[in-house]
């Protein structure tokens, strides 16, 4: 779905952001790019629908160079929210809002109005759709964000910090409906500074440091590598790190994410032979 | 001890909205104390900041009922100078407060602010510098800095103007992991240090606990619980009820101890759950 081959990008007068990437993300993953404050994520997003362009290698959606192409045309293929929705909101109802993409491709007032309305249930906006967005809640803002990228249905979803400045609760229910949106077969990246998220979420995680990919692997395997996270200032999540922290965990434990797993095996043997090697 | 923070049936609401933003707030601070807050969104969090660094309600309008005391003098018959000379503010985004393009331009500028002679100014500088532990940056560019840098050049001139009480918005919400430490690791030396009375709002959990001796948990408006946080993770309800988890560690281990696997304290951080852990060996035959 996405294949960028010895991607390097520089802005202007500057030094480069991202050198000489080069990965692929087949349709239906849902991966997630980590890294320090400015490792340079969100410039290699922002290729992802065209907004920036490579100055070196070829980024390609759907075959498509991102270099012979318009935002326009990559907005249908590519969805992307923002970290703050308030940066994306500007018009007066959120039926509007949402409706503003397929207006803009040309589609029939029918047919927009189906896409709002699918868009809306989508996220659970539907009560809402003739209130100003200006009067809702962050949460709900974010959710107009996002049904607007959907009623563009594309097959991607680019999701910069979607949990950023939002509570628990309402992180937890934006990443569950990209969850569902996952499972009717989008794919799925999202930026996050989140380590529990990500544990929680993604199947795949690419580790980026100084623009570079330090790891791309499966999400066991990178947070069960806290030596190679740490030279990108992050740590693994309490789960893994608590895990880590014994000899032989392998042995012991496995190789746990969550409270559920780990519950699971410590309760499973009884509770009396789990550190017996440590 | 006499509170250093006293705050009285505390109510306001904004002005044009229809809810009070808090409700009814009483609670006092002890000089030296390190205190989080933590609730949902629209739980009031900020605006109590705003209440302990005068802004309200001498910015803000809206109705304002009950008394905020700072060192026994309420903050409505103060002026905002002399309420910003007892308490220090950092907020949520360092770029929005840094104003000089060098890091010693940039503490000196509150400094200057307030008629501080320049020799002293300079003593200042290096005092601020070393406390925060950021000597190494004293000449350089602002801009260069990366965020967990950059917000603690706005503690260290927050804390150059010597305040008894430093107030911090969610200081961490737009940085990394690392720097999301870096600051809370230079909070806790200048509370055990200095004896500097820290509030910060914050909504990374597992950090927060590891750090401060008290939290308070707000939801609409109103603080729902006050306890220290060994309290917290003994009962989940606290958060979980307005929609917040306790740490991982802390949930397994609660989890365990609920099963019977487990008979010890519920731990707070990571290095705690590795000796719970070791503990639970053999807990139920």
């Given at each position: 779905m996405i294949k960028v081959e010895q991607l390097t990008f520089a802005y202007p007068?500057?030094?480069?952001?991202?050198?000489?990437l080069s990965f692929e993300i087949k349709s239906g993953e849902f991966v997630a790019l980590i890294g320090q404050n400015g490792a340079g994520k969100t410039t290699l997003l922002k290729q992802f629908n065209g907004l920036l362009k490579p100055t070196g290698g070829t980024v390609r959606i759907d075959g498509i160079d991102t270099r012979n192409s318009t935002t326009g045309i990559l907005a249908q293929k590519v969805g992307f929210l923002f970290q703050n929705p308030d940066h994306q909101i500007f018009l007066p109802t959120v039926a509007q809002e949402i409706g503003f993409g397929p207006a803009n491709l040309g589609c029939s007032r029918e047919e927009i109005d189906r896409r709002v309305r699918e868009a809306a249930a989508q996220v659970g906006l539907e009560p809402y759709l003739?209130?100003?967005?200006?009067?809702?809640?962050k949460g709900q803002r974010q959710r107009v964000a996002f049904a607007s990228l959907l009623s563009m249905r594309p097959q991607v979803m680019v999701l910069d910090e979607?949990?950023?400045?939002?509570?628990y609760r309402e992180g937890i229910e934006i990443m569950e409906m990209v969850k569902a949106l996952h499972r009717q077969g989008h794919t799925v990246i999202f930026v996050t500074h989140d380590m529990e998220l990500v544990a929680r979420y993604a199947e795949r995680v690419i580790v980026l440091s100084q623009g570079r990919i330090l790891m791309d692997d499966t999400c066991r395997r990178v947070f069960y590598q806290p030596d190679v996270l740490r030279r990108t200032n992050l740590f693994p999540p309490q789960i893994p790190t608590l895990v880590q922290k014994f000899d032989c965990y392998q042995e012991d434990?496995?190789?746990?994410?969550s409270v559920e797993e780990l519950y699971a095996t410590i309760t499973g043997c009884g509770g009396e032979e789990y550190v017996h090697c440590s | 001890m006499k509170p250093v923070i006293s705050i009285e049936q505390l109510s306001f609401t904004y002005a044009g909205s229809e809810h009070p933003a808090i409700s009814e707030i009483s609670v006092t601070v002890k000089p030296g104390e390190f205190i989080g807050i933590t609730g949902p969104a629209g739980a009031g969090k900020s605006t109590l900041i705003l209440c302990l660094n005068g802004i309200i309600p001498h910015f803000q309008h809206g109705e304002y009922r009950g008394r905020v005391r700072i060192d026994g003098v309420e903050t409505l018959t103060m002026h905002c100078a002399e309420i910003s000379r007892k308490v220090g503010s950092v907020f949520q985004d360092p770029e929005a407060q840094i104003v000089a393009s060098t890091v010693e331009d940039e503490i000196a500028f509150g400094l200057e602010n307030f008629g501080v002679e320049p020799d002293v100014i300079e003593a200042r500088i290096t005092d601020a510098l070393q406390r925060i532990g950021i000597?190494?940056?004293?000449?350089?560019?602002?801009?260069?800095?990366s965020g967990g840098q950059k917000q603690r050049v706005a503690i260290a001139a927050a804390v150059a103007l010597r305040p008894e009480i430093l107030v911090l918005d969610e200081p961490t919400s737009e940085l990394d992991p690392l720097g999301t430490k870096e600051v809370f690791e230079v909070l806790k030396q200048l509370n055990r240090e200095y004896g500097l009375t820290i509030i910060v709002v914050e909504q990374k959990i597992n950090i927060l606990l590891e750090y401060i001796e008290r939290l308070w948990v707000m939801n609409g408006g109103r603080l729902v619980a006050d306890e220290p946080p060994r309290r917290i993770v003994n009962q989940p309800e606290l958060l979980t009820d307005v929609g917040l988890q306790i740490p991982p560690v802390s949930e397994l281990m609660y989890r365990l101890k609920a099963a019977g696997y487990y008979s010890g304290e519920l731990p707070l951080t990571v290095d705690e759950a590795y000796w719970a852990l070791l503990k639970c060996r053999g807990g139920k035959r």
């Open positions: 007068n500057g030094m480069p952001v991202l050198e000489n003739n209130e100003n967005p200006l009067f809702l809640s979607p949990t950023t400045g939002q509570d434990f496995g190789t746990p994410l | 000597e190494g940056l004293r000449h350089r560019s602002t801009t260069e800095l």
